[in-house]
C-alpha cells in the first residue's frame, strides 16, 4: 500500500511484550530509494532514546489504531546497540545492529565480535578510527552510507529540465517493497496549493548539499500532472493517469522493482 510518511510518523510500535515508541522517521538509500529503517522514539521508557528498526519486522499496519507489531521483545530493544540516529550512520554501526538481532545483511557482512552480556565489540576497523589523531592527518571513516531522513526531504527544491518546479512537501512510501515511491511536490514553498507527484527514477539527479533535485521533466509538465489530494490514497488509477501524462513506463508493470 501507498502511504504518506507523515502520517505514519507518530504511529506506535508495539513489541510482543509492550509499547517499544513512536515512528519519528525513516531512512533510506539514495541510491536505490529503498527505506533500511524506521527511527524509533522511545519516549521515557530509555530516557528519550531512539532505536533503529529493519522494515521487514513491520507487521501489517493496524489502520484502526495507527501502530505496527514487531516480532522483537522491549528487553532486546533495551539490549540494542546504541547508535546515534542524530549522527552519519556508517557501515560498522548497521553491521553491529543487524549482527546483535540476527537478520539477514542486505549487503555482505564483516566479523562481528560479540561481547558478554549481549554488547558488542567494536571492530578492528572502528577502533582504528576511534583512536585515530584529529586534525588534517587523521583517519577517514570508511563506509559512509547514503542513508538520508525522509523528514529532511521537506523543503528540498524540484527543479526541472527548464526551470523550477516546486518544493518537497512529504513522500510517499509503498510498504509492500518498503520503498520511497514518490515525492510531493508543492506548488509553494509553505506548501500551500496544487500539489503533485514524482518518482525518484524521473530524476536526473539529486544534490543533497544544494538540496535541489534535479528531474528529468519540464517544469511545467511537473506542475500540471495530475493533482495529488492528501487526503485521498494513492490508488492504482491515479497511478495509471498520472504515469500516462508523463509518458512514463509504469513499475508495476516490470517485477524488477
Aim: net charge negative; hydrophobic share 35%.
Amino acid at each position: 500500500m501507498l502511504r504518506s510518511a507523515k502520517q505514519l510518523y507518530g504511529w506506535s510500535i508495539h513489541a510482543t511484550d509492550g509499547v517499544i515508541g513512536k515512528v519519528f522517521e525513516f531512512l533510506f538509500d539514495d541510491q536505490n530509494w529503498r527505506i533500511r529503517y524506521l527511527v524509533v522514539e522511545t519516549g521515557s521508557w530509555l530516557f528519550g532514546r531512539k532505536v533503529l528498526l529493519a522494515p521487514h519486522l513491520l507487521g501489517y499496519p493496524n489502520n484502526s489504531t495507527e501502530l505496527f507489531n514487531v516480532n522483537i521483545t522491549c528487553e532486546q530493544v533495551k539490549n540494542s546497540p546504541d547508535i546515534d540516529t542524530d549522527r552519519p550512520i556508517y557501515r560498522q554501526h548497521e553491521e553491529m545492529l543487524y549482527g546483535y538481532y540476527g537478520w539477514d545483511p542486505y549487503w555482505p557482512m564483516s566479523p562481528v565480535t560479540f561481547a558478554p552480556g549481549g554488547g558488542v565489540y567494536p571492530s578492528p576497523l572502528e577502533m582504528q578510527q576511534q583512536n585515530a589523531p584529529s586534525g588534517a592527518g587523521a583517519a577517514v571513516k570508511k563506509y559512509d552510507q547514503h542513508l538520508r531522513s525522509t523528514r529532511l526531504l521537506a523543503g528540498c527544491e524540484v527543479r526541472g529540465t527548464d526551470d523550477q518546479a516546486g518544493y518537497v512537501s512529504d513522500c510517499i512510501i509503498d510498504d509492500d517493497v518498503w520503498a520511497v515511491r514518490y515525492f510531493v511536490v508543492a506548488m509553494h514553498r509553505l506548501f500551500n496549493g496544487r500539489k503533485v507527484l514524482i518518482a525518484p527514477d524521473w530524476l536526473r539527479r539529486a544534490s543533497w548539499d544544494e538540496e535541489i533535485f534535479y528531474a528529468d521533466l519540464a517544469a511545467v509538465d511537473i506542475k500540471q500532472s495530475p493533482e495529488y489530494d492528501p487526503d485521498l490514497a494513492v490508488s492504482r488509477e491515479f497511478e495509471n493517469r498520472l504515469y500516462d501524462f508523463h509518458s512514463r513506463p509504469k513499475y508495476w508493470e516490470n517485477f524488477s522493482h
